[in-house]
């Protein structure tokens, strides 16, 4: 096991769509949370997406019917779909992983981050 890594991450205009994965490699046994997170300047990290181990996805209300997030297990990588994008979705994203299925928005409670991956979008 060891630290995720994000990429895909680039610049869009607003309106566009962007597709960012993941390597979870060792991340996926057992029930587990695999999460998205993400950070403009000066604020907190911000839930986006959440998938469980059962297949259970979570959205927060401000990307719900623009973005997706998805599993390969085959390929041990995790996805977000990113459309529609606005300025306001400007941001370090993160991949998130943790064990167990409890309290999976919380970003404290995950204990392996990749670096990051920025996100820009311009009107």
């Known amino acids: 096991q060891g630290p995720l890594m994000e990429s895909g991450g680039g610049s869009v205009q607003s309106g566009g769509s962007l597709r960012l994965s993941c390597a979870t490699s060792?991340?996926?046994?057992?029930?587990?949370?695999l999460a998205w997170f993400r950070q403009s300047p000066g604020t907190e990290l911000e839930n986006v997406a959440v998938?469980?181990?059962?297949?259970?996805?979570t959205y927060a209300d401000s990307v719900k019917g623009r973005f997706t997030i998805s599993q390969d297990s085959a390929k041990n990588t995790l996805y977000l779909e990113m459309s529609s994008l606005k300025p306001e979705d400007t941001a370090m994203y993160f991949c998130?992983?943790?064990?167990?299925?409890?309290?999976?928005?919380?970003?404290?409670?995950?204990?392996?981050w990749g670096r990051g991956t920025q996100v820009t979008v311009s009107s």
């Open positions: 998130a992983a943790r064990s167990g299925i409890m309290g999976c928005i919380t970003y404290s409670r995950y204990g392996v």
């Open positions: 060792g991340h996926t046994s057992g029930n587990y949370c």
């Open positions: 998938i469980d181990s059962r297949g259970v996805r």
